[in-house]
């Protein structure tokens, strides 16, 4: 099956989006593909704040992206668009390090006002960096996203629904198979 590379671009430690993407990993894995988590988190920020392409944690990043075949990226929404740490990553990639990949973006935020940011912030940096396909993507309330005190987590059934559907396109379009929602509710 292919490889994802899961990438959250919280700067959280107790992120809900990396702990959601942790959620897809396992629906990914179930579905015979090898999967990647990445916390741009713990990239040095001074590779960032000094944007250093030639250091060596951006030169292994970089190599992740060649490696995978699908990249999800999660983003939590601050002011309408993606996290700027999210923002300093894409920046040191090469300009097409999606090239031939195929991407699914997902989003979690505070808001519905923020519904948008997928399409109209996110989507076109990722596209612009060569692709060949960007399935639908998701946004999720963080309302719907609740971590209980031993760290289990749990998602609204109607978000549930529609995040097994878009990861199973994804899945689909990577040349996986899709786990019936019956077998995982």
């Known amino acids: ?3 994802v590379l899961s990438v959250s671009g919280s700067p959280s430690a107790t992120s809900r989006t990396a702990r959601l993407l942790r959620r897809l990993d ?6 015979g593909h090898d999967v990647i988590p990445f916390d741009v988190r713990t990239l040095p920020p001074e590779a960032l704040l000094h944007a250093d392409f030639g250091h060596p944690a951006i030169t292994e990043a970089t190599a992740l992206f060649e490696r995978a075949d699908g990249i999800v990226i999660g983003t939590p929404v601050y002011k309408a668009a993606y996290s700027g740490l999210l923002k300093s990553l894409l920046d040191l990639l ?29 989507r076109p940096v990722l596209n612009s ?19 209980a005190d031993d760290g289990t987590l749990t998602v609204a059934p109607g978000a549930a629904e529609a995040l097994d559907q878009v990861t199973d396109q994804f899945s689909l379009a990577l040349g996986g198979r899709a786990t019936l929602l019956a077998a995982t509710g």
């Open 1 to 3: 099956m292919a490889t």
């Open 26 to 31: 396992d629906r990914l894995r179930a579905q």
């Open 94 to 122: 090469p300009q097409y390090a999606l090239a031939g990949k195929t991407v699914l973006p997902l989003a979690t935020g505070g808001t519905t006002a923020h519904v948008l940011a997928i399409d109209y912030a996110l």
């Open 129 to 147: 960096m060569g692709p060949a396909h960007i399935t639908p993507g998701w946004f999720t309330l963080d309302k719907d996203i609740t971590v």
